[in-house]
């Protein structure tokens, strides 16, 4: 009913940014809170950042004063500005959301993710 697309990532070396998107299409009512998880092999999913729909923005520690979370409503669309990035930052990249198809009805969905590979 709901798919969240991802785009971006890729192989960047040390110091180096990459910008990554996911919209939502289908049955769309209201995109409510919008985030980025990750996850590295042998790792637990971890957030990364997240995104109220009015922008009101939390980032994990590790992330803060590099990444940016951002999103478009009108396009029903979340961006992840990575700067500075690190070897650490290497993981597979999640977006999830919470998505009402309904006024009385709000579901979470997840993106296929995307690979983010930093090399030092």
């Known amino acids: 009913q709901v798919q969240l697309v991802q785009s971006g990532g890729g192989l960047v070396q040390a110091g180096g940014s990459l910008r990554l998107s996911c919209a939502a299409s289908?049955?769309?009512?209201?995109?409510?809170?919008m985030g980025w998880y990750r996850q590295a092999p042998g790792n637990q999913r971890e957030l990364v950042a997240d995104?109220?729909?009015?922008?009101?923005?939390g980032y994990a520690r590790a992330v803060k004063g590099r990444f940016t979370i951002s999103r478009d409503n009108a396009k029903n669309t979340l961006y992840l500005q990575m700067n500075s990035l690190k070897p650490e930052d290497t993981a597979n990249y999640y977006c999830n959301a919470d998505v009402q198809s309904n006024p009385n009805w709000e579901y979470n969905y997840w993106g296929q993710g995307t690979q983010v590979t930093v090399s030092s």
């Open positions: 995104i109220t729909r009015d922008g009101i923005t």
């Open positions: 289908g049955n769309i009512f209201k995109v409510n809170v």
